[in-house]
């Protein structure tokens, strides 16, 4: 979708069939979505409370984390915090 799509930010699911959060984001990271894409402003959204998914997705490349459920007004203030450091 990314390499098809203009895409301005990726809200990632860490805990998805046939291909993770995880590796997805390190696939963007990587270039494997397109080398233009690399830099692509990503929010890992989990229901994994543990520190280690935070320090994990982040170490990966991960813009932002935050946990299920989602609280609206955080995503909203996530989102356009990512947004207006583009």
């Known amino acids: 979708m990314i390499?098809?799509?203009?895409?301005?930010?990726?809200?990632?699911?860490?805990?998805?069939?046939?291909?993770?959060?995880?590796?997805?984001?390190?696939?963007?990271?990587n270039g494997d979505a397109g080398f233009e894409n690399a830099n692509l402003p990503v929010i890992a959204i989990t229901a994994d409370l543990m520190m280690s998914a935070k320090d994990s997705v982040l170490a990966l490349g991960a813009n932002d984390f935050m946990t299920k459920p989602?609280?609206?007004?955080?995503?909203?203030?996530?989102?356009?915090?990512q947004l207006s450091s583009v």
């Open 70 to 81: 989602v609280d609206k007004d955080i995503l909203y203030e996530k989102i356009t915090a």
């Open 3 to 29: 390499r098809k799509h203009d895409i301005d930010l990726v809200l990632m699911d860490l805990q998805m069939p046939v291909m993770d959060g995880y590796e997805a984001i390190a696939a963007i990271r």
